[in-house]
């Protein structure tokens, strides 16, 4: 579904890990992290739809710079990719449910934890959802 790359959105022909999730827009990024099992982000893997030189927030993932510098998280609603061609992704108004799709880093392993940061559009800040163990 995705490729290792910042706005590579588009099969590469790997295994990509998928979660779904429902979730309530507006949203404007998704960010989801590798964790320990009480959600603190460790071992320094992130897929996100912040992109180019957009600035990542710091979240506790020891990525801190710009969205160029990490993997797409692809999103899917109903089969249709909601990512723009450049990686960004705008959710409207409501519920929402959704395929989240990463690239294969080796982290998508029977016992990891798993943890996503969502951006209401407007907000100051993120929030997270709970933690999801693959």
């Known amino acids: 579904m995705v490729g290792s790359g ?3 959105i588009g099969a590469d022909g790997r ?3 998928t979660f779904d999730a429902d979730i309530e827009g507006p949203i404007d990024a998704l960010i989801m992290v590798t964790t320990d099992a009480v959600g603190t982000p460790c071992c320094g893997q992130q897929w996100d739809t912040v992109v180019g030189s957009d600035p990542l927030p710091n979240i506790g ?3 801190n710079g710009a ?3 990490t993997w797409i998280l692809g999103v899917w609603e109903n ?3 909601r990512n723009d061609p450049s990686g960004r992704v705008a959710l ?3 519920p929402h449910r959704v395929v989240l799709a ?3 880093s080796g982290y ?3 016992g990891q934890h798993f943890r996503l940061y969502l951006h209401p559009t407007g907000a100051p800040g993120w929030t997270t959802s709970n933690v999801a163990m693959w």
């Open 6 to 8: 910042d706005a590579a």
């Open 15 to 17: 295994q990509d890990g």
């Open 61 to 63: 993932s020891a990525f």
């Open 67 to 69: 969205g160029g510098a």
């Open 79 to 81: 089969g249709v990719v």
């Open 92 to 94: 409207g108004p409501g």
């Open 102 to 104: 990463a690239s294969p």
């Open 108 to 110: 998508f392993r029977v």
